[in-house]
């Protein structure tokens, strides 16, 4: 890790630690084991960002590491580039009861006391957005991620570039073209291969 990358990991570290034991808003209460704050490179060109924990997730305290995590992951290695590259995170860093999507509340409270922190620290050139929930999260307002997926758009100073959650494509094996070609611009332009 290079001192960039160190500084920024001591940073995210301090982030954390007051909400390791996170009760600012009801997910802290409905079950859930472990915060699950992200993981990767601290000095990441790529960030991705999902909807919130799942099960196993919350169990190990990892992002995209069940299912959908294994799918992100091979997509990944596919087209060069390992885990350990970018930074993996979520909207919401408890897991909603039965991984139903974020209420307004939960997605706002965490969004301001802890992802946006994230993405000020580790100052990705481009986040990768995975499905509606996240975007939507982001740019606060409805979203119809099919007519939105692949196409550029800025936030704050970021380039956003949204695509289909891996979830969807093990629903939908027959969009994994698209989720590739998504993730694949999103590594070009942030020039991370």
């Known amino acids: 890790m290079n001192t960039q990358a160190q ?3 001591v940073l995210l570290n301090a982030l954390y ?34 909807e919130g924990p799942g099960q196993e997730e919350d169990s190990q305290a990892r992002p995209f590491v069940g299912r959908s995590g294994k799918l992100l992951t091979r997509i990944l290695t ?13 909207i919401v860093k408890c897991r909603p009861p039965q991984n139903r ?10 969004k301001n006391l802890l992802l946006f922190k994230q993405i000020q620290i ?4 481009v986040i990768c957005t995975l499905g509606a929930t996240a975007l939507e999260a982001l740019l606060e307002k409805e979203i119809k991620i099919g007519a939105m997926r692949g196409k550029e758009t800025i936030f704050n100073n970021i380039v956003l570039i949204p695509t289909f959650h891996p979830a969807y494509i093990l629903r939908n094996p027959n969009e994994l073209e698209k989720i590739t070609f998504d993730i694949q611009t999103a590594i070009k332009t942030s020039a991370l291969v």
């Open 7 to 9: 500084k920024k990991q």
């Open 17 to 50: 630690e007051p909400y390791k034991k996170c009760m600012a808003c009801p997910l802290a209460t409905l079950g859930r084991k472990n915060v699950v704050f992200g993981e990767g490179n601290p000095d990441a060109k790529l960030m991705f960002i999902g």
């Open 78 to 90: 596919m087209l060069g580039v390992e885990r350990s590259q970018v930074f993996i995170t979520n």
């Open 101 to 110: 999507k974020p209420l307004p509340l939960e997605s706002a409270t965490c």
């Open 122 to 125: 580790i100052e990705p050139k």
